[in-house]
């Protein structure tokens, strides 16, 4: 069998000779450099499987030497050691590559752990074939629909008769089912592609905000009317009117809206002058519209102008034969997005996706799918960094006498957590909590949160 070679590089020569005894207890091949230079040189005369590199050296950098050795062979894994840890060094190595970043003396317990999942990710990316194709360009990213099942292809139809005309559209199905995404792709398919696109959301704003924001208002109309301002429906021109969330909109502007539809022109808020209106309206709900219309939550003439044609976006476990595909699709936005590398899958981990519930559907299979790609440290998505709904909850440790922890308790722990597994990278930590990095920072402090 094969023996595991591992290079050590650092200008001390207590460190190195320690590190070498040690690791040659543990039989590996062990080799050792006492300058970046020389250790660049022998990565590439012996090819390592791993890389254990001090950052201060006196010729060149461990930063350097990080960079080099990713250029020869960027399954090589690197591990950085250093005396002065430092939040700029430790982002940087992370950014480039770096499996992981030890302060010295170096935990002895903490090294062989991180050498021991070191090389495992680096024997299952050699094992593991490419699961994705190139990244896809600008223009593809955030346009397309991904499914093969029966309903998905039915839905592909409607999408094709309805971007064919203006008829007006009705898209509903659970929050996180790409319903934004089916009206882009209609508009954007057919007669209406080289117009603008409006959406607005109308739980987003009050009623009153909301009649001026989709019909403008005139100056002078109410109270902070400063000056004339050009609505929704008249900037949309000839375009399409996306409204999501059309259950919410109150009585009295459903039956502005309902006028707009019949007559096709509309007048600004405090206006007179009547404005032809020329665009398409692709309303959408994650409710029962029919069943707010027999509560009368919801007007029934105003329902039936806005689903001459509806289209029912699935949830993400009545489609499982899709989630493969999808999962495909996401790793490659994602990798184009953030400019990473994960291209492998092992079958576990792709079973366990498969196998999720999915409860905030396509939505949160994309987050999950980006909080692995941000923790990931090679090209392989591996489990530990798969955290679903349910492991999220497993994060969370009950208090010493069993009793279940408080909601700031909760949140503390795992915003702790995060920060822990991507080495307290604040741009990290804020994309995977999904908030910004400011809120990130006032946690900290609120909290007490401190790096060790």
Not at 143 to 153: Q, S
Not at 243 to 260: G, H, P, T, Y
Not at 273 to 287: D, E, H, M, Q, Y
Request: net charge neutral; proline share 3%; glycine share 6%.
């Amino acid at each position: 069998m094969k023996m595991v070679k591992i290079l050590i590089i650092d200008d001390d020569d207590s460190t190195r000779d320690t590190l070498t005894t040690y690791l040659k207890e543990l039989n590996f091949d062990t080799y050792s450099a006492d300058c970046g230079k020389k250790g660049i040189a022998l990565v590439k005369k012996i090819n390592p499987d791993l890389v254990i590199s001090d950052i201060n050296m006196p010729d060149i950098s461990g930063l350097e030497v990080l960079k080099a050795v990713k250029e020869i062979d960027e399954l090589i894994q690197v591990i950085i050691i250093t005396a002065y840890d430092d939040m700029d060094s430790t982002i940087s190595a992370m950014q480039m590559g770096a499996y992981d970043y030890l302060e010295k003396p170096v935990d002895i317990k903490r090294l062989k752990l991180s050498i021991k999942r070191s090389l495992d990710n680096r024997q299952l990316s050699q094992k593991l074939v490419s699961y994705i194709p190139k990244p896809l360009s600008d223009a593809d990213i955030n346009k397309t629909i991904v499914g093969k099942t029966p309903v998905m292809r039915e839905i592909f139809k409607k999408i094709g008769q309805a971007s064919a005309t203006r008829v007006t559209v009705l898209v509903q199905g659970e929050s996180g089912t790409g319903k934004e995404l089916i009206a882009k792709i209609i508009h954007s398919s057919g007669i209406t592609k080289e117009h603008p696109f409006i959406a607005i959301n109308c739980t987003a704003l009050p009623e009153n905000l909301l009649e001026s924001e989709l019909f403008g208002h005139d100056k002078g109309a109410f109270t902070d009317a400063v000056r004339d301002k050009r609505g929704k429906f008249e900037l949309a021109g000839e375009g399409t009117v996306f409204l999501d969330e059309i259950s919410e909109m109150s009585f009295n502007l459903q039956a502005k809206l309902l006028r707009v539809l019949q007559e096709h022109e509309f007048e600004r808020v405090g206006g007179e002058v009547v404005i032809p209106f020329k665009a398409r309206v692709i309303a959408a709900t994650n409710s029962d519209m029919q069943n707010l219309v027999q509560q009368g939550k919801f007007r029934e003439d105003l329902y039936y102008r806005l689903s001459v044609l509806t289209i029912f976006a699935p949830a993400l476990r009545e489609r499982r034969n899709d989630i493969e595909m999808l999962v495909r699709h996401f790793l490659q936005k994602i990798n184009t997005n953030l400019h990473k590398n994960v291209r492998k899958i092992p079958n576990e981990v792709l079973k366990m996706l498969i196998d999720h519930e999915w409860r905030g559907n396509v939505r949160e299979l994309e987050n999950t799918l980006m909080q692995a790609v941000v923790l990931s440290k090679g090209d392989v998505l591996e489990k530990e960094n798969v955290l679903l709904r349910k492991n999220q909850t497993a994060l969370i440790d009950k208090q010493a006498d069993g009793s279940v922890p408080t909601l700031a308790e909760v949140e503390k722990n795992y915003i702790n957590r995060i920060l822990e597994s991507v080495n307290w990278d604040l741009n990290s930590a804020s994309k995977i909590l999904g908030v910004s990095k400011a809120t990130v920072y006032r946690k900290i402090e609120v909290y007490g949160l401190k790096q060790f």
